[in-house]
């Protein structure tokens, strides 16, 4: 069905739809309410805490549009009984047609942050008269250009009735797990009567998603049991030979994992392996004595991650413990004579290890005998990214390695085309970090000590959710923190680290503070995965509920990587019982797996889907709230269709199909 069949979808509106990835009418339904607003309760904007979002009524008395701001914004001002107050509008200047003097219902964001009185943030709105029409529960989704909440409600309403989805589960299995139809639990999402039926219709659609992608997994797993092409000649001697190189013992976990991988090896099927354990595991030192195998047996090894950064840094590490095998490092920021010379070294084998990034898995990138691939932080690449380097050689085996742990049955799902090994322990000498809640009133208390903690050369990560504020004013961006550093500590040396810089200066960066000609660096979370200096002992991030626990844990574990006693303090920017319910879970535990079912309790599961770095969950159940259960489900009976005599080849089909539409979830 196209958009534009709908009543009050014009070509206008369907650009709009359009613009947030919206072209048909199954991905209309699927863009879920991103809140709800309960018409039956109103909050008195007098007793709204700061951040709170609200729906209350009031009486619109004036509307001014400024068109000559460096943002244009629409201001209304406001009063509720006795009580006033402006609402604004950034860059939405068609709010000063739309709003007119008169009674309205506000839902939306109520800063109050100083006690100074309060504004209301961006807001959306309705005549006060609709509150007689428009009862019980009403969603509210994200929006475009000139689309409205009551044009996209009535554009999904049209959908559920004229096209409802339809299952794809065999009716059978429907039956044996008592599922309701998908129909309904749409409309439970889309025009709930009670918070109960959000909860229910969510799962169902959860179950009827992950059904569809565990059985497009269990389709490409299909060859994952090929036959060994390339026989290693290690022995088991060489490899303890090779680990002893090593200044420290390996723990019990990175023993059993080396161990397994060495016997996947010597087997007669390929490696398709992911290793994953908590930040300060010890992956790395594992995944080199995965590469010292193929190394000594006559093959190349190829090691790639997601930031020139972490690549240069892994390759700082082959030459320390594999220093007998050419190697060389390609990025994009190699030069083009740079790039030949190692093309071309790579292709007659002169080079028998490359660490680098994406640059690695271009077409033009060739080997004389690649037998082991290794993906660091494997969360940024995908599978296909995975398979264009595991194909530049015959036969390769294949590592991929996580900091992020992810609860053991969730892995089997998501990373279903892999076996996996775990390291569940950490070595003895790292150091324990300890974590605090920092209200807005102690920051004076922060900068202070980490000025003096300056003084005695102990350096300090300042992390942001963002490069550039937001039209609310309620996220630090790096921009304007390191500007407000430098004025409120100007005894540190500052710098300013972010992902729109050029590689160059982003490696120029890194490298001065690791060379402690920096005290302090704002940045985003560029620096998340791999990045070690022994010398930063402290974490501060901002807007902390704005980021997952798992995220969390593996920016804290940027620090405590040397001797000296490390902190990690946490800024949380709403006072929400909620957010400080989620930040707790962080304080109170080190344990990343732990933290990783808490995650995923408190979040679903996109984010173990999504590609975080981009800022936004790139998932198809992004706002769906919904229990671990509707995966577990969904995987019951994904092995029950492929095991009882269903007809799987239009499941295998309709599951390819569906794969193909998540090709931005799950390959990129």
Same mark, same amino acid.
């Given at each position: 069905?196209?958009?534009?069949?709908?009543?009050?979808?014009?070509?206008?509106?369907?650009?709009?739809?359009?613009?947030?990835?919206?072209?048909?009418?199954?991905?209309?339904?699927?863009?879920?309410? +991103?809140?709800?607003?309960?018409?039956?309760?109103?909050?008195?904007?007098?007793?709204?805490?700061?951040?709170?979002?609200?729906?209350?009524?009031?009486?619109?008395?004036?509307?001014?549009?400024?068109?000559?701001?460096?943002?244009?914004?629409?201001?209304?001002?406001?009063?509720?009984?006795?009580?006033?107050?402006?609402?604004?509008?950034?860059?939405?200047?068609?709010?000063?047609?739309?709003?007119?003097?008169?009674?309205?219902?506000?839902? &939306?964001?109520?800063?109050?942050?100083?006690?100074?009185?309060?504004?209301?943030?961006?807001?959306?709105?309705?005549?006060?008269?609709?509150?007689?029409?428009?009862?019980?529960?009403?969603?509210?989704?994200?929006?475009?250009?000139?689309?409205?909440?009551?044009?996209?409600?009535?554009?999904?309403?049209?959908?559920?009735?004229?096209?409802?989805?339809?299952?794809?589960?065999?009716?059978?299995?429907?039956?044996?797990?008592?599922?309701?139809?998908?129909?309904?639990?749409?409309?439970?999402?889309?025009?709930?009567?009670?918070?109960?039926?959000?909860?229910?219709?969510?799962?169902?659609?959860?179950?009827?998603?992950?059904?569809?992608?565990?059985?497009?997994?269990?389709?490409? +797993?299909?060859?994952?049991?090929?036959?060994?092409?390339?026989?290693?000649?290690?022995?088991?001697?060489?490899?303890?030979?090779?680990?002893?190189?090593?200044?420290?013992?390996?723990?019990?976990?990175?023993?059993?994992?080396?161990?397994?991988?060495?016997?996947?090896?010597?087997?007669?099927?390929?490696?398709?392996?992911?290793?994953?354990?908590?930040?300060?595991?010890?992956?790395?030192?594992?995944?080199?004595?995965?590469?010292?195998?193929?190394?000594?047996?006559?093959?190349?090894?190829?090691?790639?991650?997601?930031?020139?950064?972490?690549?240069?840094?892994?390759?700082?590490?082959?030459?320390?413990?594999?220093?007998?095998?050419?190697?060389?490092?390609?990025?994009?920021?190699?030069?083009?004579?740079?790039?030949?010379?190692?093309?071309?070294?790579?292709?007659?084998?002169?080079?028998? *290890?490359?660490?680098?990034?994406?640059?690695?898995?271009?077409?033009?990138?060739? /080997?004389?005998?690649?037998?082991?691939?290794?993906?660091?932080?494997?969360?940024?690449?995908?599978?296909?990214?995975?398979?264009?380097?595991?194909?530049?050689?015959?036969?390769?085996?294949?590592?991929?390695?996580?900091?992020?742990?992810?609860? +053991?049955?969730?892995?089997?799902? /998501?990373?279903?085309?892999?076996?996996?090994?775990?390291?569940?322990?950490?070595?003895?000498?790292?150091?324990?970090?300890?974590?605090?809640?920092?209200?807005?009133?102690?920051?004076?208390?922060?900068?202070?000590?980490?000025?003096?903690?300056?003084?005695?050369?102990?350096?300090?990560?300042?992390?942001?959710?963002?490069?550039?504020?937001?039209?609310?004013?309620?996220?630090?961006?790096?921009?304007?923190?390191?500007?407000?550093?430098?004025?409120?500590?100007?005894?540190?040396?500052?710098?300013?680290?972010?992902?729109?810089?050029?590689?160059?200066?982003?490696?120029?960066?890194?490298?001065?503070?690791?060379?402690?000609?920096?005290?302090?660096?704002?940045?985003?979370?560029?620096?998340?995965?791999?990045?070690? *200096?022994?010398?930063?002992?402290?974490?501060?991030?901002?807007?902390?509920?704005?980021?997952?626990?798992?995220?969390?844990?593996?920016?804290? &574990?940027?620090?405590?990587?040397?001797?000296?006693?490390?902190?990690?303090?946490?800024?949380?920017?709403?006072?929400?019982?909620?957010?400080?319910?989620?930040?707790?879970?962080?304080?109170?535990?080190?344990?990343?797996?732990?933290?990783?079912?808490?995650?995923?309790?408190?979040?679903?599961?996109?984010?173990?889907?999504?590609?975080?770095?981009?800022?936004?969950?790139?998932?198809?159940?992004?706002?769906?709230?919904?229990? *671990?259960?509707?995966?577990?489900?969904?995987?019951?009976?994904?092995?029950?269709?492929?095991?009882?005599?269903?007809?799987?080849?239009?499941?295998?089909?309709?599951?390819?199909?569906?794969?193909?539409s998540l090709k931005d979830v799950i390959l990129n």
């Amino acid at each position: 069905m196209q958009l534009t069949s709908l009543r009050f979808v014009s070509e206008k509106r369907e650009r709009d739809f359009n613009k947030m990835g919206i072209y048909t009418a199954e991905e209309l339904i699927k863009h879920f309410p +991103r809140d709800f607003v309960d018409l039956r309760r109103i909050t008195p904007l007098a007793s709204a805490r700061h951040n709170d979002m609200v729906l209350t009524a009031c009486e619109v008395l004036n509307v001014e549009l400024n068109r000559y701001s460096k943002r244009p914004f629409v201001k209304a001002l406001c009063q509720q009984g006795g009580y006033i107050f402006n609402a604004i509008w950034f860059n939405q200047p068609y709010v000063a047609q739309k709003l007119k003097q008169g009674e309205y219902l506000f839902y &939306g964001r109520v800063q109050n942050k100083y006690g100074l009185g309060c504004t209301m943030t961006n807001p959306s709105f309705e005549p006060a008269e609709s509150r007689e029409k428009l009862k019980g529960i009403l969603p509210v989704y994200s929006l475009s250009g000139s689309l409205t909440q009551g044009v996209v409600r009535a554009a999904v309403k049209q959908v559920l009735e004229k096209c409802p989805p339809r299952s794809c589960i065999p009716a059978p299995l429907i039956k044996k797990y008592d599922l309701s139809p998908l129909a309904e639990a749409y409309r439970k999402v889309h025009a709930p009567q009670s918070a109960q039926e959000i909860k229910e219709g969510s799962e169902r659609i959860a179950v009827e998603e992950y059904f569809l992608l565990v059985s497009a997994f269990k389709v490409i +797993r299909g060859g994952r049991d090929d036959a060994r092409l390339n026989s290693y000649s290690v022995t088991e001697e060489e490899l303890k030979g090779f680990i002893s190189r090593f200044p420290f013992e390996f723990t019990r976990g990175q023993k059993l994992a080396a161990a397994e991988i060495f016997k996947n090896l010597k087997s007669p099927n390929l490696m398709n392996r992911l290793l994953q354990g908590d930040v300060g595991s010890g992956k790395t030192a594992v995944a080199l004595a995965g590469i010292y195998c193929a190394l000594r047996s006559g093959y190349q090894a190829a090691m790639i991650a997601p930031t020139e950064v972490l690549a240069r840094q892994n390759a700082e590490l082959i030459k320390k413990y594999l220093p007998e095998y050419p190697l060389a490092v390609l990025t994009g920021s190699s030069s083009a004579a740079e790039k030949r010379e190692i093309k071309k070294g790579l292709k007659e084998g002169k080079y028998r *290890v490359v660490c680098g990034t994406h640059a690695v898995i271009q077409p033009d990138v060739e /080997f004389e005998n690649l037998a082991f691939t290794v993906c660091d932080e494997q969360h940024r690449f995908g599978v296909a990214q995975r398979a264009s380097l595991s194909q530049k050689g015959t036969g390769c085996d294949v590592l991929v390695m996580s900091a992020t742990p992810i609860p +053991r049955t969730l892995s089997l799902i /998501f990373y279903g085309d892999l076996d996996i090994t775990e390291i569940k322990d950490k070595p003895a000498a790292r150091q324990k970090i300890s974590t605090a809640i920092i209200p807005e009133r102690k920051y004076a208390d922060m900068y202070r000590y980490v000025a003096e903690r300056a003084r005695l050369g102990e350096q300090t990560y300042f992390v942001c959710p963002k490069i550039e504020g937001d039209d609310e004013g309620t996220v630090m961006s790096v921009t304007e923190l390191y500007e407000e550093l430098t004025q409120k500590i100007p005894s540190c040396r500052i710098a300013l680290l972010h992902g729109k810089m050029p590689d160059k200066k982003k490696n120029a960066v890194m490298d001065d503070f690791k060379q402690k000609k920096y005290d302090c660096l704002v940045s985003t979370t560029v620096i998340e995965v791999g990045v070690d *200096v022994p010398d930063a002992v402290n974490m501060i991030i901002y807007n902390a509920e704005r980021f997952g626990l798992s995220q969390l844990h593996q920016l804290r &574990g940027r620090v405590g990587r040397g001797d000296k006693k490390s902190w990690c303090f946490l800024l949380q920017g709403t006072d929400s019982p909620e957010a400080t319910a989620r930040l707790s879970v962080i304080k109170n535990s080190d344990d990343g797996f732990e933290i990783a079912e808490a995650d995923l309790k408190l979040r679903g599961g996109g984010d173990f889907m999504g590609t975080r770095q981009s800022g936004r969950i790139l998932s198809e159940l992004k706002n769906l709230r919904f229990s *671990v259960s509707a995966v577990f489900t969904a995987k019951s009976i994904s092995d029950d269709a492929f095991s009882g005599g269903f007809d799987t080849a239009e499941l295998s089909r309709i599951a390819a199909e569906k794969y193909e539409s998540l090709k931005d979830v799950i390959l990129n």
